[in-house]
Nanobody
Framework: QVQLVESGGGLVQAGGSLRLSCAAS????????MGWYRQAPGKQREMVAH???????NYADSVKGRFTVSRDNAKNTVYLQMNSLKPEDTAVYYC????????????????WGQGTQVTVSS
């Protein structure tokens, strides 16, 4: 099994910054990709930022230029630096990882963290 533990959420004023972290642990041979999703009240969960093992990244249009996703492969950790936060960024942020538990894994398994609340006040 694989566990994802998130940290770094909180309350911040509009224009401020927060940095989220997510550390993966457990049975890990290789992590194919890691990323962040968010879900605001009454809305569907949406992809925020995504990074694959080679370092390529992908962002939602709403966060491009403000958020930066990065990854420390040695620590199995993904980060989300959020700058110029807006009230509409308020949501529960979830970490996601696609993990191959063993060298024999045919395809990666999908894992989710428990979520961390980010609240941006106006």
């Amino acid at each position: 099994q694989v566990q994802l533990v998130e940290s770094g959420g909180g309350l911040v004023q509009a224009g401020g910054s927060l940095r989220l972290s997510c550390a993966a642990s457990g049975s890990i041979f290789r992590i194919d990709s890691m990323g962040w999703y968010r879900q605001a009240p009454g809305k569907q969960r949406e992809m925020v930022a995504h990074i694959i093992s080679g370092g390529s990244t992908n962002y939602a249009d709403s966060v491009k230029g403000r958020f930066t996703v990065s990854r420390d492969n040695a620590k199995n950790t993904v980060y989300l630096q959020m700058n110029s936060l807006k009230p509409e960024d308020t949501a529960v942020y979830y970490c996601n990882a696609e993990v191959r538990p063993t060298i024999l894994s045919y395809r990666p398994n999908d894992y989710w963290g428990q979520g961390t609340q980010v609240t941006v006040s106006s």
